[in-house]
């Protein structure tokens, strides 16, 4: 493969080949049987020597194969899991249920995650079953019928002589380790899954993967790409000169410094339960990296062992909580150095400070380290000293400090009897001077760099993945400002994009009610119809758009998922920097990471208009648009007759669309720059869905409305796995729809096939009704996303603050006799207690009519309430987040009541409380009536 080059994004190093890889491992293992000869005695099982199939024991090659076969992934070892594999819905769905059988934890664990809930990675298998529950259990299994999951339910009634059986219930004698688990799925799911799994990980505040090992195929993976996909938001305080911004960006840009801490032969201090307590401004350490403690039934590493997690500090600007002022990376190898030398000979050439923790330095432990010599990395012991043997310690430490570099202060000792609270001082005021003083300060990007020339593999250089970068710099790198590209590039978006929409508008209008306008006018309408798209058809697609439609014309899945994955990148890295904000409510709003979006309120009710809306930032769906534009002029002019059907050059587009919807990608339902829904386009879009399901195309459409900043994208993410765009201040302002498959064997009972899920987006905005046609542009807007869902969410920031726009919508459908499902969720935005346990309360949305709701009822000329009882809910979430972004993590109550409230939307989509199901062509009929 030839080598990328240079470009506006970083230079990527080409792929070693094999050969090259292999003779680069084998000058290491080479350097590794040359410090063991002299009696070292130092076994090893991967690492340096990787890449010579005789240094690997038989029993060693088969431990990954025996995982695989135990947690039932071994089929995906060659076909790689896919993101969508595991966001279908089953009955699992709606069942709190635990895992029975090591085959249940791959699926307990993605479900978990997807739902960011911070107990994915407990392995722990209940057998959670009654006697008579179990007494069937065992006779299925002697019929041979095979193992079941059990599901239970913990609302469940269990009589008071039952109780001891469950003392009785057999546990497994080797549950897995939690970073095998981890392991295991991303070496059998393919790029976009290891970049889901990543990004939900560190929304969950997980130490993340960096390098993961894989002793079967001889090769080590460096994880680039993998964590490109997380992007955190940080308070960057300059050293000297103007006060500080918020700064965004993917993980793996920022230079930092690194500290790695590691093991060497046996330690008594546990270096993951002291990364934690470095980690966690409080007294109680946060569970970053996991550790033995966490779980009492964690069993023995089989494949994690030469694995390197990462994880970082970022600063919030609050300076009781900051323990750094700057972004640092920690980096945790499991597993002894002897073990894994080139893992450790990786970290010594990327960190600031590699900090050692043994409970003894001995003459082989001072040959191992003395490879290190020349070394620009500083190291620091942490010692935990047997008894007896502290002189022959100082012997060899004494002869390595001159070779390390090192002086006495950096050596500490800690035993049981040491202040736990100062020693974590101590060694946070060792980390700040390091980093104070001129260090080695690298990227992961940088580190990759590294990382290839020691041998490893770099996800990221893979073949398909760097066509897509490819793909994606040569549309880049022609921006270089993305307001003239916009206006001069994407020219069917702009003027005469809104005009050839808000004409056609009208003209619809007109079409409902002919009797509303004479005939004169309508003419007049169509003629200039026809004019602005025959205006739109005379223009060609520009290079960048050529390049787009080519990309996601690629007949690879995975090249078109590289390249729309490397494009949102790119195209994030060139937007506009976010404006500072000035107060610390504002601030602690912006810092959270970008999988959240629960802060900011929602503008009181007849405050005022909302505020106006900023720049919007270049995304795929700009191209997308273009597409559109492109699709519905051509379209226009062939049903006037203007053009011949066989001079048709675009009619593929709905096509390419449909596929990118079915693969996972969130598509554009209602256009956030004409404010409207392109007909021909989406109708298109939807006939081409509609052919490819088959079959198998029933529909239910679950919609989520609210004002921006009420967490309604991050409810849709966190209950179904979706991707829609979570950040508040400058996020696309459309309104955005994916698709979700139900599993076939639970179709037929949950009534559908599919399940359309529509983000309502910046559409609405809060408008009060003094704002005119902005309040009615978007109450339109509203009744049309209620209109087309079966069932509805509402976010909301606080109560009593449902957007006039929303309660309109609402009375005018409810003229129709068309009513949604819907589910009222009050967001807990400002950290207070959750009213009960159980945050679901069934009752009227106004059982005391507000003010507002009095006023929107008088003005559609109705009663004031509007909801059935049996068909709404009322829920109250509590808070997204537990502690200060940038490092909070998800909070266990917001997902489980998330989870309650997914469980309860299955629920009535199953039960018939939510309207009938709709067929695509249904669908296509509403969009074209509404």
């Known amino acids: 493969m030839a080598s990328p080059g240079h470009s506006d994004l970083g230079e990527v190093v080409p792929e070693r080949k094999a050969p090259e890889r292999q003779a680069a491992v084998v000058t290491a293992d080479l350097e590794w049987r040359e410090m063991a000869g002299n009696g070292c005695g130092f076994h090893y099982a991967d690492g340096a020597s990787e890449a010579q199939d005789s240094d690997f024991p038989a029993v060693e090659r088969s431990r990954l194969q025996e995982l695989l076969l135990l947690l039932g992934l071994e089929p995906y070892q060659a076909q790689k899991l896919s993101l969508q594999d595991c ?44 006697p008579d529950a179990r007494l069937a259990e065992k006779e299925s299994q002697m019929e041979g019928e ?48 290891q970049q889901e799994l990543v990004s939900k990980m560190a929304a969950c505040q997980f130490a993340l993967p960096l390098v993961l090992p894989d002793s079967e195929n001889h090769c080590h993976t460096f994880l680039l790409w993998a964590l490109r996909g997380v992007v955190r938001s940080w308070w960057a305080q300059p050293p000297r000169g103007p006060p500080g911004a918020l700064r965004e960006d993917s993980v793996v840009v920022p230079r930092t410094p690194a500290f790695a801490f590691v093991r060497m032969d046996v330690s008594s201090n546990s270096k993951s339960q002291l990364l934690n307590a470095l980690l966690s401004p409080g007294r109680r350490p946060w569970d970053c990296f996991w550790h033995r403690d966490l779980s009492l039934a964690t069993g023995a590493r089989e494949i994690a062992d030469g694995l390197v997690e990462v994880s970082w500090f970022f600063p919030s600007g609050r300076e009781e909580l900051d323990l750094f002022p700057e972004p640092v990376a ?37 040959k191992l380290l003395y490879a290190m010599k020349g070394s620009g990395t500083k190291f620091y012991f942490i010692l935990s000293p047997y008894r007896g043997k502290r002189n022959a310690n100082l012997r060899f430490l004494n002869r390595l400090i001159p070779v390390l570099k090192m002086d006495h202060s950096h050596v500490l000792v800690k035993v049981s009897s040491t202040d736990s609270e100062s020693f974590v001082r101590r060694v946070r005021a060792i980390l700040r001077g390091v980093a104070r003083a001129p260090c080695r300060r690298m990227s992961v990007e940088d580190m990759a760099h590294a990382a290839r020339k020691l041998g490893l593999r770099v996800d990221e250089d893979h073949e398909e993945c760097q066509r897509g970068k490819e793909r994606m710099e040569r549309i880049t790198r022609r921006i270089k400002d993305v307001d003239v590209y916009r206006r001069d590039e994407l020219r069917l978006q ?120 900023p ?100 409810l849709l993410n966190s209950m179904f796995g979706l991707r829609f765009a979570t950040r508040k201040s400058c996020g696309p302002r459309g309104a955005f729809m994916q698709l979700v498959t139900v599993a076939e064997g639970f179709s037929q009972d949950l009534g559908c096939d599919h399940i359309l899920a529509i983000d309502s987006g910046a559409l609405i905005r809060g408008a009060p009704a003094s704002a005119g046609d902005r309040f009615e542009l978007e109450a339109s807007l509203a009744t049309l996303l209620l209109g087309l869902s079966n069932v509805t969410v509402v976010s909301l920031a606080e109560t009593k603050d449902i957007p006039a726009t929303i309660l309109h919508a609402l009375l005018r459908l409810e003229k129709t006799g068309h009513m949604p499902n819907c589910q009222f969720v009050y967001q807990n935005l400002h950290d207070l207690p959750a009213s009960s346990p159980n945050p679901r309360d069934r ?38 987040w537990l502690g200060v972004p940038p490092m909070a993590a998800v909070s266990l109550g917001y997902s489980e009541t998330i989870f309650e409230l997914k469980r309860c939307l299955l629920e009535n989509i199953r039960n018939g409380l939510s309207n009938q199901n709709k067929s695509i062509q249904q669908l296509i009929e509403l969009v074209r009536r509404l």
């Open 87 to 130: 966001l279908q819905i089953s009955s699992d769905s709606m069942r709190n249920w635990a895992p029975q059988v090591p085959k249940d934890l791959p699926w307990h664990f993605l479900r978990k995650l997807q739902a960011l809930n911070t107990e994915a990675r407990n392995t722990t298998m209940v057998l959670d079953l009654l």
């Open 146 to 193: 095979g193992e079941e999951i059990i599901h239970w339910d913990p609302a469940e009634d269990v009589a008071a002589d039952d109780i001891y059986s469950f003392s009785e219930l057999p546990t497994p004698d080797t549950p897995v380790n939690p970073l095998d688990l981890v392991c295991a799925l991303l070496l059998c799911s393919d790029g976009a899954l």
């Open 330 to 366: 920690f980096l945790n190898l499991r597993g002894d150095i002897g073990s894994h030398w080139l893992q450790f000979k990786l970290l010594t050439e990327v960190s600031s400070a590699v900090f050692i923790l043994t409970d003894n330095v001995s003459r082989k432990e001072y």
């Open 494 to 613: 702009g003027e005469l994009g809104c005009k050839a929409a808000q004409a056609e508008r009208e003209f619809g209008q007109l079409q409902w009610a002919p009797e509303a306008a004479p005939e004169k006018h309508q003419a007049e309408l169509r003629r200039r119809v026809l004019e602005l798209r025959a205006q739109q058809n005379s223009l060609e697609p520009v290079p960048g758009v050529q390049e787009f439609v080519a990309g996601i014309s690629c007949p690879s899945r995975a090249e078109r998922q590289y390249f729309l994955r490397w494009l949102e990148w790119g195209l994030a890295r060139l937007g506009q920097p976010r404006p500072r904000q000035s107060t610390d409510t504002a601030m602690l709003l912006a810092l959270r990471p970008r999988l959240g979006a629960g802060g900011g309120g929602a503008p009181e009710p007849g405050s005022g208009e909302p505020p106006p809306l």
């Open 615 to 714: 720049p919007e930032p270049l995304g795929t769906e700009h191209f997308l648009r273009e597409m559109g534009q492109l699709y519905e002029a051509e379209s226009c002019l062939v049903e006037a007759g203007r053009l011949p059907a066989s001079h048709r050059r675009f009619a593929h587009f709905p096509g390419l669309a449909a596929e990118l919807l079915l693969a996972g990608l969130p598509l554009e339902l209602v256009d956030g720059g004409t404010l409207g829904i392109p007909g021909r386009w989406v109708t298109g879009l939807l006939r081409e869905l509609q052919a490819r399901l088959d079959r198998r195309s029933r529909l239910v459409v679950v919609s989520a409305l609210g004002v921006p900043g009420t967490g309604k994208s991050t």
């Open 843 to 880: 009752r009227l949305l106004l059982d005391v009519p507000s003010e507002l709701g009095r006023a929107a009822a008088q003005a559609e000329k109705q009663g004031s309430g509007f909801c059935d009882p049996e068909r709404q809910h009322v829920w109250h979430v509590p808070s997204l």
